[in-house]
Nanobody, 118 residues
Framework: QVQLVESGGGLVQAGGSLRLSCAAS????????MGWYRQAPGKQRELVAV???????NYADSVKGRFTISRDNAKNTVYLQMTSLKPEDTAVYYC????????????WGQGTQVTVSS
């Protein structure tokens, strides 16, 4: 069983920074890709950023140039460095690991609240 544990959320003023972490434990095997998603009240969950096993990254247009996703393979951990935060970034942030090689499956973190005050 693979478990993901997130940390790093909190309350920050607009223009500030936060760094989220998501660490996997258990029978992990191969990690295909890692990603961060967010869900604001009344809205659907949306992709924020993803990083593949090869290190390629992709970002939502709304966070390009402000957020950076990275990974530490030795620690089975993915990070999301968030800078120049805006009130519209307020949401619950979830990490997701896609595990396996030929047959893949998803694991989600429990979510961490990020609140940006104006």
């Amino acid at each position: 069983q693979v478990q993901l544990v997130e940390s790093g959320g909190g309350l920050v003023q607009a223009g500030g920074s936060l760094r989220l972490s998501c660490a996997a434990s258990g029978s992990i095997g191969s990690i295909n890709r890692m990603g961060w998603y967010r869900q604001a009240p009344g809205k659907q969950r949306e992709l924020v950023a993803v990083i593949t096993s090869g290190g390629s990254t992709n970002y939502a247009d709304s966070v390009k140039g402000r957020f950076t996703i990275s990974r530490d393979n030795a620690k089975n951990t993915v990070y999301l460095q968030m800078t120049s935060l805006k009130p519209e970034d307020t949401a619950v942030y979830y990490c997701k690991f896609v595990l396996g090689v030929i047959t893949t499956y998803d694991r989600w973190g429990q979510g961490t609240q990020v609140t940006v005050s104006s």
